[in-house]
């Protein structure tokens, strides 16, 4: 193969245990908890939406270090949203949600930085909210750990603290769309992929951080992510 211009390096993520998990999409569900539609003025169970991450949005953190990202271009309101995120280690288009565990290569904590207003002037607009969710640097991610390791995760506590003060705090129970749900309905619309992340949504409590907050994130039985904003 003979490349005209440098051909991009693969975006990975570090694996418990040792090897890096490399990334192929980043498939996200919008409002997929209460308290989180709520607070965005919205209620029910409405059917899942989604939308997509360039995979080198990714900013893989190993556990016990701290990272950085750059506060974004264009935003005077950068949210938090702590989330549960799904890789897939075997692909596949309409697969049942009673059959979807065994789609799931293990899971991470990641967040899903939004430029709010952004995101919000589009939305008023009727407009993609790609230049609100879609950004450099958009989506650091923990060490991944094989669901082997971990078993099925069906609950247990979901947490984001900035600088030590906790702001978000849910349960994997919480989901209004299970994550088994959320690939079959995923893999309605899209072949998925071995190398896919989903992340899964986020619980109530998002807001600002400025330069200089240090956010860290925790979801029980996947360790912690640990991210300053420079
Ligand atoms: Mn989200």
Redesign the pocket.
Same mark, same amino acid.
């Given at each position: 193969m003979s490349y005209v211009i440098p051909p991009a390096a693969p975006v990975t993520v570090p694996v418990a245990g040792g090897g890096e998990f490399p990334v192929h999409r980043i498939y996200?569900? #919008?409002r997929n908890y209460a308290d989180h539609a709520v607070e965005m003025g919205f209620t029910g169970r409405e059917p899942p939406f989604f939308f997509m991450k360039p995979a080198d949005a990714i900013v893989a953190l190993p556990e016990g270090t701290t990272g950085t990202i750059a506060y974004p271009t264009l935003t005077a309101n950068l949210h938090h $949203?702590i $989330?549960l995120v799904v890789a897939i280690g075997k692909g596949g288009r309409h697969i049942a949600a009673a059959n979807a565990t065994g789609h799931i290569w293990g899971y991470a904590v990641g967040l899903?930085m !939004?430029r709010r207003d952004l995101q919000n002037e589009m939305k008023k607009q009727g407009r993609p909210w790609c230049i609100g969710k879609a950004f450099e640097q958009s989506a650091p991610i923990g060490t991944l750990v094989p669901l082997a390791q971990t078993g099925e995760l069906l609950q247990g506590a979901i947490t984001l603290a900035v600088n030590g003060q906790v702001r978000q705090h849910g349960d994997l129970r919480d989901l209004i769309w299970s994550v088994n749900e959320t690939i079959e309905q995923l893999s309605a619309a899209w072949t998925l992929q071995p190398g896919d992340l989903i992340?899964t #949504? !986020?619980p109530a409590g998002v807001g600002a951080v400025a330069r200089g907050d240090v956010m860290e994130g925790a979801i029980a039985g996947l360790g912690t992510l640990k991210v300053a904003v420079a």
């Amino acid at each position: 193969m003979s490349y005209v211009i440098p051909p991009a390096a693969p975006v990975t993520v570090p694996v418990a245990g040792g090897g890096e998990f490399p990334v192929h999409r980043i498939y996200c569900v #919008g409002r997929n908890y209460a308290d989180h539609a709520v607070e965005m003025g919205f209620t029910g169970r409405e059917p899942p939406f989604f939308f997509m991450k360039p995979a080198d949005a990714i900013v893989a953190l190993p556990e016990g270090t701290t990272g950085t990202i750059a506060y974004p271009t264009l935003t005077a309101n950068l949210h938090h $949203e702590i $989330e549960l995120v799904v890789a897939i280690g075997k692909g596949g288009r309409h697969i049942a949600a009673a059959n979807a565990t065994g789609h799931i290569w293990g899971y991470a904590v990641g967040l899903d930085m !939004t430029r709010r207003d952004l995101q919000n002037e589009m939305k008023k607009q009727g407009r993609p909210w790609c230049i609100g969710k879609a950004f450099e640097q958009s989506a650091p991610i923990g060490t991944l750990v094989p669901l082997a390791q971990t078993g099925e995760l069906l609950q247990g506590a979901i947490t984001l603290a900035v600088n030590g003060q906790v702001r978000q705090h849910g349960d994997l129970r919480d989901l209004i769309w299970s994550v088994n749900e959320t690939i079959e309905q995923l893999s309605a619309a899209w072949t998925l992929q071995p190398g896919d992340l989903i992340f899964t #949504g !986020t619980p109530a409590g998002v807001g600002a951080v400025a330069r200089g907050d240090v956010m860290e994130g925790a979801i029980a039985g996947l360790g912690t992510l640990k991210v300053a904003v420079a």
